[in-house]
């Protein structure tokens, strides 16, 4: 992994966890990153479980919104469903 993917991943997990509930886009833009990069960490993070979405209703277009997995295991199964 590059130190530039590396350095954004870490400030991408930091901004997902100090404020919930924002946007691929909200993000890219808060970190003043690249969209694609930002949503493609995303989208694999979601994939691996440690981070789970849910459709926005924030902002004029919607979209998904992004949220840590919880702690509690229990709410863990209930957000995913399983």
Same mark, same amino acid.
């Given at each position: 992994?590059?130190?530039?993917? #590396?350095?954004? @991943?870490?400030?991408?997990?930091? %901004?997902?966890? #100090? &404020?919930?509930?924002?946007? %691929? @886009?909200?993000? %890219?833009? %808060?970190? &003043?990153?690249? !969209?694609?990069?930002?949503?493609?960490?995303?989208? #694999? +993070?979601?994939?691996?479980?440690?981070?789970?979405?849910?459709? *926005?209703? &924030? *902002? !004029?277009?919607?979209? +998904?919104?992004?949220? !840590?997995? !919880?702690?509690?295991?229990?709410?863990? #199964? +209930?957000?995913? *469903?399983?």
């Amino acid at each position: 992994m590059s130190a530039r993917l #590396r350095t954004l @991943t870490s400030r991408l997990r930091s %901004a997902v966890a #100090r &404020k919930p509930g924002r946007t %691929a @886009t909200q993000l %890219a833009h %808060a970190l &003043k990153a690249d !969209p694609a990069s930002v949503s493609s960490l995303l989208y #694999r +993070w979601v994939v691996s479980g440690s981070l789970f979405r849910t459709t *926005g209703v &924030k *902002g !004029p277009r919607g979209g +998904w919104t992004y949220f !840590p997995v !919880p702690e509690n295991e229990e709410l863990r #199964r +209930w957000l995913s *469903g399983s």
